[in-house]
């Protein structure tokens, strides 16, 4: 897919609910920018319909969540994966009020939770055949409200590099099985990003079992510039993310769009112009127009 850079205002006209229909945003709302991470743990979250175990370890579980609708039409299911770094300090509550908004937007949502660096099993390889398990598991649901016939991945920063990574597994063996990937301030750039000296970039070290002159081949395999990407990859990043760099995604040579002025937590949220720009990539993407 070629480079593709959108630099997006603080207003966007249109949000997705179900395929088909078309919610609008007024043009005068005033949207948060450049959030902070205890301004997401504030928000209201909601209670998850169920809580669904994909493995046998207590953390192989997904947050099963349901719209609140009586329309027939199954809902789109997105599978949504956390991040925190990969580290076992950050877990799944910090997205539930994303989660929840998603199911507002028309959307059932499985968001899982993995184990982590720190988890026995956790870190690479054991994160993301986690996630990978948790796809599996979203295949095979039986609800009625959900349509998981061609499943959305969405991650957010560590999160999204484990998105990215599982699209281009089932882009490459199961060509229906995801219908694309939405990376919120996603890694896309493993080596690279293990070169930074943030608190974040300075972990990787730990998730990977040592650095890349020492694991070299293991850091190919755990990198989505190496493997590849998903044959519908949308990246969506903030200019004033100090977390993960602008150049994660803008080098990456994937569709992506800029909020101007967002940082790395507005993309999940739910008050903020980032999250505008989400709904409406989501839905593009649910209808297939990308």
């Known amino acids: 897919m070629k480079f593709l850079v959108f630099v997006v205002v603080f207003w966007i006209l249109a949000s997705p609910g179900y395929a088909g229909t078309d919610n609008r945003v007024e043009q005068d709302s005033v949207f948060k920018v450049n959030v902070s991470y205890n301004s997401i743990l504030k928000l209201p979250t909601g209670t998850p319909s169920e809580i669904l175990s994909y493995g046998d370890d207590p953390l192989q579980y997904g947050e099963l969540w349901l719209p609140d609708t009586e329309q027939?039409?199954?809902?789109?299911?997105?599978?949504?994966?956390?991040?925190?770094?990969?580290?076992?300090?950050?877990?799944?509550?910090?997205?539930?009020?994303?989660?929840?908004a998603l199911t507002k937007a028309g959307y059932a949502v499985l968001s899982v939770e993995y184990r982590r660096t720190g988890d026995e099993g956790g870190a690479w390889p054991g994160t993301f055949n986690d996630i990978l398990s948790a796809i599996e598991f979203a295949k095979r649901l039986k609800r009625d409200k959900v349509n998981n016939s061609q499943i959305i991945?969405?991650?957010?920063?560590?999160?999204?590099?484990?998105?990215?990574?599982?699209?281009?597994?089932?882009?490459?063996?199961?060509?229906?099985?995801?219908?694309?990937?939405?990376?919120?301030?996603?890694?896309?750039?493993?080596?690279?990003?293990?070169?930074?000296?943030?608190?974040?970039?300075?972990?990787?070290?730990?998730?990977?079992?040592?650095?890349?002159?020492?694991?070299?081949?293991?850091?190919?395999?755990?990198?989505p510039m190496v493997q590849g990407f998903h044959s519908r990859t949308i990246l969506i990043h903030g200019d004033s993310d100090t977390i993960v760099p602008l150049a994660q995604s803008t080098k990456s040579n994937q569709y992506v769009e800029i909020v101007q002025g967002a940082g790395h937590f507005d993309m999940i949220h739910t008050g903020s112009s980032s999250w505008q720009v989400m709904l409406k990539i989501l839905g593009e993407l649910n209808r297939s127009n990308l």
């Open 72 to 100: 027939n039409l199954a809902a789109p299911l997105i599978v949504f994966i956390h991040g925190g770094c990969w580290l076992n300090a950050y877990d799944i509550k910090h997205t539930q009020a994303a989660s929840n």
């Open 153 to 223: 991945l969405m991650g957010h920063s560590a999160g999204g590099h484990l998105a990215l990574l599982a699209a281009n597994h089932y882009g490459k063996h199961e060509k229906n099985s995801v219908k694309g990937v939405i990376g919120l301030a996603a890694i896309s750039n493993l080596k690279k990003y293990s070169q930074g000296d943030n608190s974040c970039q300075s972990v990787v070290v730990d998730f990977m079992n040592g650095d890349f002159k020492a694991n070299e081949e293991q850091y190919n395999l755990a990198d």
